[in-house]
């Protein structure tokens, strides 16, 4: 038995704007290390300092973070990719690479939020306008959350939507292939 898979390592993730997005994204990076065959690691959703928007995620992520959580193994950024371009990904990664921080970068294609709509495909007319859709928060996911989400909860029932959505893995990387990907990168850089 390969005793590394149970070794504890520790991940953050930065998103846009964790109050929202974070109850999407914890769940999702969760099962991402269970896949990358780290399924004890322990996944912490950037909270201090709290982001606001995709230049204050960068800013800090370059200047504030290295100090406070350069000993995590891990970092993962996954903002909206309405600005995260596949370059300005890899000159960040780049640059924490040189600080000596192992950053992989994970634009959610269009947004976050998409991650949540996957259990309910079949409630929308085609998942290809979804996914190219710029305003796709507010004409697929926010009627969506009104629908399966729950007011009374944290979140108002993202968790519950991703949670759903995660169920079968399969179709979850073949609809999100973002996040295949992620897997797949994050497996490659902790066996390394």
Known sequence: MDGSRFVS?????IPEDPTNNGYILKPVVDMVLAEAGKPAAKVRVLGNPRVRG???AVRVVRKDLASRYGFMDLWLFLPDADRASSGAMQ???ED???QGVT???CPAVPEVEVYACVAYRGEIASWQE???DPRMREAYFDPLLEKHGDRRK???GRRMMIERSLRSRRAFFQLCPEIADLRDRVQASLAS
């Open 9 to 13: 390592v520790q991940v953050l993730v």
């Open 103 to 105: 950053l992989l970068c």
């Open 96 to 98: 924490l690479h040189a």
């Open 54 to 56: 995709y230049d204050d």
């Open 154 to 156: 944290p979140g108002r």
């Open 130 to 132: 979804v996914r190219a």
């Open 91 to 93: 000159v960040l990664e």
